[in-house]
Each structure stands twice: as C-alpha cells, then as structure tokens.
RNA sequence: GCUCACGUAGCUCAGUCGGUAGAGCACUUCCUUGGUAAGGAAGAGGUCACAGGUUCGAUUCCUGUCGUGAGCACCA
C-alpha cells in the first residue's frame, strides 16, 4: 500500500507502487495527456518512475517551472538522434540546457555548416511526429561504458569514466537513439513542438582550448510557437540596437582594420563621452577622490614587481628604447602606488583615494574582439584607495551607494550584486585571502545588500565584487567592481606610518564604476536604442526654416539656445520641412524647433519631440526654461 | 588564439557559371520656397580587403595574409 499527498495536501492510496503517469491518469485523463514529467519529494523524475513508497508526488506539466527545461533538454536529444539519423558515425558528446535554449556538440571530421541546419531541423520535426516513446534504463559502469565503446561513442565513455562511482547512470532510449542521461525527459518525442536550430559553432572538448575542437549545434526550444515567436522576435529587437550599427547612424565612431580593437571616437561620440566622463568627474569630486594622471608606458621591471608580468605577460604590449623595455600600461594602479610612495604617509593621511580616466591597452586576443565592447585600447574610470584595514569596511559601503547612484542616474535600477573568490593561480596566502574575503562579506552585510558567491573567479591580487546590471531589454552588463588587495602594496613597497610610529602597509582597494568608457558607451547605446536622455545626446535641439526667410531667425535661435550651455544646430537647407524633420528624427534628436513666418514675427518656437509629439508653440524663453528645468544642461 | 562564415561606391546591398561592375540612400549642381517622417532633374563616385598562384584574361577559381561576424577559450 502507498499513499501519496498530492499539492493541495489531498492523499491517495495505490495497492501496487504507481507510476507517476498512474496517479496523474487517476487525477483525470486530462491530466495525464498534459504530464511531460514529475516530482517526488521535490525531486524530479520521469513520469514513468515508480512510486515505491508514501511520498508527496507532483505532476509537472507546461505550467511547471521545471517544463521549459525538460522541454529542452529532450530538445537537445532530438537534435542528436537527428544528427546520427542524417550523418552515420558522428559521435555524441553532450547537450546540456542554456539561456534561452540547448545546445549539442558533435564530434566529426567534417564540421557542420549552416547549410546543414534545414537539414536537421526537417529531421527533428519527422521524429517528433513520430512521438517515440522515451524510455530509462540503468546500467552498471562497465555496461555502459561496453555498450558505448561498442557503438564507438569514445567521448561517452570518456564521460561516464569521469562521473563518480556512487553514481547511478541512466541510460535514455527513443527509438534507434540511446544517450547518457541524468534526466528527466518528456515521455515522448511528440511533446516536442516549437523549436529552432539557430547556428553552428566550434567548442573545446570539455572547454579547454588544449582538447580537440567539437561542432556545436545551438538550438532554442519552447513550451509553444507564440514564445518561439517572441523570443526571435526579441533576437531582432537586440539586433536593432547593435551598437555597432547605432554607432554608424548617428556617426559616434568608427573601427578600421589599422588599429583592430580600438575606436576613432567622431565628434558626435566625443560629446557622449565627455558627458559620462564629466559627469563621473564630478562624482570622483564629491566622494573624496583626488585626480590624477600616470605615464602610459613604464619600465618592465615595475611590471615583473607588481605580478602583471608573470600572470599577463602575453596579452601586454611591449616597447623598447636605448636597450630598455617598456610595458604600455594594461591597468592603473600601478602607477597610483607610484603617486601614494612618492613622500611619507601618516596614518592621520588615510584613506588616500586617487582617480584617473585611465588609458589602459591590453593585447586581448584577436578572437576576443567585439565593436567597442571588447577593445585593446580603452579608458577606466580607475579609482584606488590607500587605507587601513578598519577602514575597508566603510569604503566599500560608501563606494556602493555611489555605484548604485550613478547606475540610477544613468537608468539601470536592475542591479545584481557578486563576490569573487579566490582563483587559481593567485598571490598570497589563504589567511590573507581569509580577510580579504571576510572583509567585503562584512562591507555587503552592512550595506543590506544581498549577493552570489563566485567561487575562483577572483583577480589573482584579491576578491572582487561585481555589479551586474540589466538592460532595457533584459540582457546583464558586468560593470563596476571593487577588489580587496593586501598583495599589491607589499610588492611595491607602498608604506605608512603608524600611531607607533611603525612602517606599515596600507591595504589597497581596486574600484570602477563604469569600468570602460567604451564599453560603457557602448551599452550605453544598446540600453537607449540611440534614444538617448538630452543630458547624453550629441545634438539636443536643430532649428529648421520652413523658408529662407527665415534663415536669420533659425539662425539666432541656435545661437542662442548655444549662449545658454544645449547643444543646439541650424538646419537652413533647401529642403522641405517633411525631409527635414524626417532626416533628424532619424538621427534621434530630442528636440526639433520649426521656425517660419509665424514663429519669426512672434519671436517663438514650434516645438516637436523625438517622439513625434507636437509640444505647441511657446516662445523661445519659455523652451529655454522647459529644458532648464528638465535638468538638459548638465 | 581555435572552428565556421563573410569582406563589392560614404551607407545598405545586388551581381559576375572567369571577359575589369550595378541599385537605393547619401554627395555635387540646377529647378523648386514647400508648415511637421523622403519634391524633381542632371552629375560625380569603385585597383570588387591585400598579396601570390592558375589562366590568353581573375572582382569571380586556388593558397596565404589582414580585418569583421557568430560561438569556444580568454577577460588583471
């Protein structure tokens, strides 16, 4: 006898152990034909596992939070029964479930190529159609790894080698197909409806770049066709706002095969920069940071002290002058610890915070490289502060309600917040890992702030925190960070002098914001869609003449909207108002001012909005003071 | 760096099964002076990424280099 409690705390009574597909069938036929899966005890499982004792039992259908996964990790499975289908001896590897969809990678000569996809997908569809069943079996090690090595799936039983031997493995069997899988899987492949392979791509064994390179196949899968739909949908929504195709309409910037990752900012980016950076200029100001400026290239030997040489040297640039090697700087903090050690430091002195709008160049492999995303030459908003252990804690809270506000003021208020430990290779010992650690734990606490643990995905000087932020449409940004480091000070003989009149080294504190000017900009440009706020915009408001007789007076009211501090532009082209308004609301600027006979007489402006809202007509004072008051002219 | 794809006018792209190229927009000139998303006409503009090879002939085929894109790996 097995009693089961189903959610709602009703039980039900089984003579013989159920099936999860029994109890659902003795809930209602409904039910069952809905089921893809099921829960005992909270633990997944197929719907054809058997209940063998009292338990609370849940049905998982395409409402479940758990469907969407099992949808597509079956997904994933189709992909390769496809595959084996359409191209005999091709081996399997594995196909996990991501973001949005699942991937399979493959190993063959011959690399799959985006022609193959029609192909495979047209496969998938006839074998969902033929809703095999999924079936489960378990195998002992050595049967497993027999009946895989038999088939000639090497990297399976590669797997199965590595997974520990307390183990069940789980065998799932659909048709002629047979994978290694923890599971669950839907009961059939006729649960599979709404799919898409999207690309191909090449991916290490085991994600290292020493093993052989597989073929990947992404695909996306989904409950139905409507969130197929708007998922691609979204895919050319995100597409719309490439920066790098924004960065060309509006003219911000350009790339060329002379200098790979680096930007030749146009006049129109500049005036975008100089705003985020006179803007964080002044939040440098306000909370205590002094700023300051430091040589690009400096001698090598500094490099070999601070660690960089040893754990970078193959993504640095190098120069050589009269038989010394010079390093082109790929961080800033060496060169603040060079401003903190030139004169004594008391302990009165501290905290000692510098600033700098930091040029750093890294050599990021070519493969790395994407728009002003990922550059080789780029600019920190690079802050260091020289402190003592007891202040750690209050400069992390307060540099975290800084960040907060700027990302606020910049329109990000979705804000995830991780701290990275300690990674391999890295510098010291675990006791000073041990505090640093300890430290920023402490610092988040105080700040209420909730966060994740990254385990080893820490700078190799000291932990890190990591502000994450979510976009306009969803997507998450790694921004600014802060990173304890008790290493850096000790290499390069940074002192202070304490109450007991004792040499001591200050603890040192990494902090960004923004981090990349560039990347910043660049998210900056996907975040708005080149909408931008009128503070950022490069041009806010362009007058335009209905006529020439009015040339004079589109003229002066652009000169004067420029006397009051807006970015303002005549257009007096003899073009019509329609092509005009057209062409500039294109280019995405706020504000459009038309000027004829009308206007002109009365000494006023029409105004109309980016968003193709006509505002009225209001004479030019009173569009000065809306502006103003808007806070444009910051 | 690795795998695959791509590189044609300022931009977006077509095209050439090997006979040195074409559209739209932008640009220049002229006509038009028009009230809220494209008025008309004419003109100019390209060593088809670069370097080799095959060929009577290469932008087209082959090889290499550089760059770009999508992933992987990397990201102090």
Redesign the pocket.
């Known amino acids: 006898m097995v009693t089961i409690t189903l959610p709602d705390n009703s039980t039900r009574s089984f003579d013989s152990p159920p099936t999860v597909r029994d109890i659902a069938a003795s809930i209602g036929a409904g039910l069952a034909k809905a089921a893809i899966a099921g829960k005992i005890d909270g633990k997944l499982v197929d719907l054809s596992h058997p209940v063998d004792h009292d338990a609370r039992v849940e049905i998982v259908t395409e409402k479940s939070p758990e469907a969407l996964d099992i949808i597509r990790h079956s997904t994933a499975h189709l992909l390769a029964q496809a595959v084996q289908r359409l191209y005999p001896g091709t081996q399997v590897t594995i196909g996990p479930v991501i973001e949005n969809g699942f991937y399979y990678d493959f190993a063959r000569p011959e ?1 799959f ?2 022609e193959d996809l029609p192909a495979i997908e047209a496969e998938m569809k006839k074998i969902a159609a033929e809703a095999l069943p999924v079936s489960r079996s378990v195998k002992s090690r050595d049967e497993a790894t027999k009946f895989f090595r038999d088939m000639g799936e090497e990297y399976k039983a590669q797997i199965i080698e590595s997974i520990p031997a307390n183990e069940e493995l789980s065998l799932y069997t659909q048709g002629e197909f047979t994978d290694l899988c923890r599971g669950p899987h839907v009961p059939d492949t006729g649960k599979l409806k709404s799919f898409k392979l999207m ?6 064994w085991r ?3 020493d093993n052989e ?1 597989l ?2 196949i992404y695909g996306t899968a989904w409950l139905n066709d409507k969130d197929l739909k708007a998922y691609l949908t979204q895919l050319e929504e995100a597409e719309k706002r490439d920066h ?1 195709k924004i960065g ?1 309409q509006l003219d911000l910037f350009h ?1 060329q ?1 002379e200098a ?2 680096m930007v030749f900012w146009h006049p129109n980016g500049w005036i975008i920069w100089q705003q985020v950076e006179q803007y964080m200029r002044r939040v440098y100001r306000e909370s205590g940071y002094q700023e300051v400026r430091c040589p690009s290239i400096l001698d090598v030997s500094l490099w070999k002290k601070s660690g ?1 040489w040893d ?2 040297k193959d ?2 640039f190098f120069t050589e002058s009269e038989k010394r090697t010079y390093a082109v700087k ?2 800033n903090c060496p060169g603040h610890v060079q401003i903190y050690n030139d004169g004594l430091h008391s302990y009165r002195d501290l905290p000692i915070r510098y600033g700098e709008f930091g040029s750093c160049t ?1 050599n ?8 002003i995303m ?1 550059v080789r030459a780029f600019t920190q908003d690079d802050g260091h502060i020289f402190c003592t252990e007891e202040q750690i804690e209050s400069e992390v809270t307060a540099f975290h309600e800084q960040a907060l506000n700027v990302y606020r003021h910049f329109g990000f208020s979705d804000v995830a917040i991780k701290l990275a430990l300690r990674p391999e290779p890295r510098l010291g010992s675990d006791e000073v890992w041990d505090k640093a650690e300890a430290a920023l734990r402490d610092a988040l606490r105080a700040c209420g702030a909730e966060w994740e643990e990254l385990p080893g995905e820490g ?2 000087y000291g932990p890190k925190i990591e502000y994450h932020l979510k976009d306009a449409i969803g997507r998450t940004w790694q921004l600014g960070t802060m990173q304890v480091d008790f290493m850096m000070p000790e290499r390069l003989g940074a002192e202070y002098v304490d109450e007991q009149s004792q040499k001591r080294h200050p603890v040192m504190l990494h902090r960004a914001i923004v981090g990349s000017m560039e990347r910043f900009i660049g998210i900056l440009i996907e975040h708005h869609a080149g909408n931008f706020p009128a503070w950022l915009a490069p041009v806010q408001a362009v007058v335009m003449n ?4 009015q040339a004079d007076y589109a003229d002066e009211v652009a000169k004067a909207l420029n006397e009051r501090g807006f970015r303002a532009r005549a257009d007096l082209r ?6 005009k ?2 062409e500039h ?2 280019h995405k600027v706020p504000w ?1 001012l ?1 000027v ?4 002109k007489a009365l000494g006023t402006v ?1 105004v ?1 909005a980016l968003s ?1 809202e ?1 505002m009225g007509n209001m004479p030019l004072p009173e569009f000065v003071e809306r502006l103003s008051s808007a806070g444009v002219s910051r």
């Open positions: 690399p190529k985006p690309k191909v791509a090449g991916a290490y994600g290292n770049s390179m073929s990947r790098r060309k790339q095969e790979p990752g960089h754990n970078y993504n640095m790929p961080m890294r990021e492999p070519s493969g790395a490289l994407h728009g990922r700078a190799f209905i006529t020439d007789a003899n073009e019509k108002i329609g092509y308004i057209r609301t294109l459009l038309v004829g006979d009308r206007e029409s109309r193709g006509d």
